[in-house]
């Protein structure tokens, strides 16, 4: 009894490593995308207005082709508020 519940114990110091470096990849790349995520909607609402600015000095302000960059501007920031503003973890644990 005493014996099996030695080699147990020395059956799980060598596995458990190996699981503890499996879970931080996993949370690693899960917050890499997250990142990820928040920094193409930073991009999308920081410098598309710097882009369609021409557009609001053309002939095109008239036309409602304008409203193509407002689009994407709008809805990035959206989620922007929501990655934000809501309080619940944005990496998940298991």
Known sequence: MIMEREEKIKRL???????????????DVRERKVRERINFLLIISTFLPLLSVGLYATDLFNNPIILIP???QFL???????????????????
Do not use: A, G, R, T
Not at 14 to 27: A, D, G, I, T
Not at 84 to 92: G, T
């Open 70 to 72: 407002i689009i994407p």
């Open 13 to 27: 110091k060598e596995v458990l490593p190996l699981f503890w470096n499996s879970y931080q990849h996993m949370y």
């Open 76 to 94: 990035s920031i959206v989620v922007l508020l929501k990655y934000f503003v809501v309080s619940e973890p944005i990496v998940h644990w298991l």
